[in-house]
């Protein structure tokens, strides 16, 4: 189980505790005080990482390949975008922005979480001709997230982001830069893009009407992560282990779709605080009879983070407490980790090591518990170790058991 974003810092709002330390497991803190549990750096020891890398660490890819992959083409993956040879893949949000001495200020990365009528929005966009023989290509995903795709001749990925990200929160637009100069013209091509998107979505009916019930208009589009087709390397598949992905969220459904896993979606499981646990437990109890080895992927500890809601996150890991009881009940071996640590006092992710254990169905009525979170693990039963060192862990203990 992936817990997107479930380490964090002490929260004042919890009396100095971090959200998992202040919620309530039972579950996990039996889990993990009768089988193994530690700290895990997603990537490497003081390295921020972001969904796409922790994840694709511990969905198998290997840890040179991780550091070369782009946000642009897993986002395309994911929407069923194949890319062709001389495509550039952008992940992009849409976004509320607002002029400002002549510079777009960005007042919401993800435009009040706009969560309908997404298409509605790049529908407006796409295609779009550029020209230079350049055209784009605008596919919503979830909630604000999209890809934005550029085709044509002479593009190159080496290029800067316009997105200010959270830790550049208050901040303005970026002007999109070219790493070298063959990338001068892919670098022309997205700032020309943001600038028409900006024009066309601040008059689309849909953001007016937005902004008269008081809503965030999504009247902005800015980009990251830009990329071309994906070639990976996976530790899993090296060793004959066929795997499966349950999940909501279009990132790490494209990095299965990429690295050849089933993927098991419905429209429950979202990538929210309102996807639905009970089913994605069932559903991964199922995949395990014609897998051997199943990944749920929950995101929205990591919103709670985002939003700055401690509370909000330390009920939702209850939540994922209680539904864990289904698996345990099933007497299979469950690993519990995390892509990244987010800070829910300043909503950015951090390079602090998240919290992990390891449960072999084995130990099943073994004696031992504890208070599963950031502290305990700091002098656990398992070293601080690499996402690839706790995925190998893991695999092993498959074979063990």
């Known amino acids: 189980m992936i817990l997107d974003g479930l380490g964090d810092l002490p929260a004042p709002l919890l009396g100095g505790l971090t959200p998992l330390e202040a919620a309530s497991t039972p579950v996990m803190d039996q889990l993990a005080g009768s089988g193994l549990y530690g700290l895990v750096d997603p990537e490497k020891s003081g390295k921020v990482p972001n969904t796409h890398t922790g994840c694709g660490t511990l969905l198998g890819v290997l840890p040179a390949v991780v550091d070369r992959l782009k946000r642009g083409p897993v ?37 009040g979480r706009i969560r309908t009528d997404t298409s509605e929005l790049a ?82 009916p849909f953001n007016l009407a937005r902004s008269e019930a008081g809503k965030l208009p999504a009247n902005g589009v800015i980009t990251r992560g830009a ?20 999940a909501g969220c279009n990132t790490v459904i494209g990095l299965a779709k990429a690295l050849g896993f ?40 990591d919103i709670f983070s985002h939003d700055q809601d401690p509370e909000g996150k330390k009920h939702f890991l209850e939540r994922v407490d209680a539904a864990l009881k289904t698996l345990v009940k099933a007497n299979v071996n469950i690993a519990i980790s995390a892509d990244h640590s987010t ?54 203990l498959m074979a063990d058991c």
Do not use: W
């Open 227 to 246: 990329g071309a087709a994906l070639a990976l390397e996976n530790v899993v598949k090296d060793r004959g282990i066929s795997a499966a992905l349950v």
């Open 123 to 204: 529908a407006a966009l796409t295609p779009l001709d550029l020209g230079d023989g350049v055209s784009a290509e605008l596919i919503p995903t979830d909630q604000h997230r999209c890809v934005l795709v550029l085709s044509g001749p002479g593009l190159d990925p080496g290029v800067t982001d316009t997105d200010p990200g959270d830790r550049g929160m208050p901040g303005f637009v970026k002007t999109c830069l070219p790493k070298h100069d063959a990338a001068d013209l892919t670098a022309r091509k997205i700032n020309q893009f943001v600038d028409i998107t900006h024009q066309r979505l601040s008059r689309h």
């Open 262 to 301: 089933e993927v098991i979606t419905k429209p429950g499981f979202t990538a929210d605080i309102d996807t639905d646990l009970p089913a994605k437990m069932a559903a991964a109890l199922a995949a395990l009879e014609r897998h051997d080895l199943v990944y749920i992927h929950i995101k929205a500890p």
């Open 75 to 111: 986002e395309a993956s994911g929407a069923g975008r194949d890319l062709k040879p001389g495509d550039i893949a952008i992940r992009a949000n849409f976004c509320t922005l607002q002029e400002q001495a002549g510079k777009l200020a960005v007042v919401d990365r993800r435009a």
């Open 343 to 396: 800070d829910c006092n300043t909503g950015a992710h951090t390079a602090d090591p998240v919290p992990a254990l390891l449960y072999a169905a084995s130990a099943a009525g073994k004696k031992g518990s504890l208070v599963f979170g950031e502290t305990a693990c700091g002098s656990g039963t398992m070293p601080r170790q690499t996402g690839h060192i706790f995925l190998l862990r893991m695999l092993d």
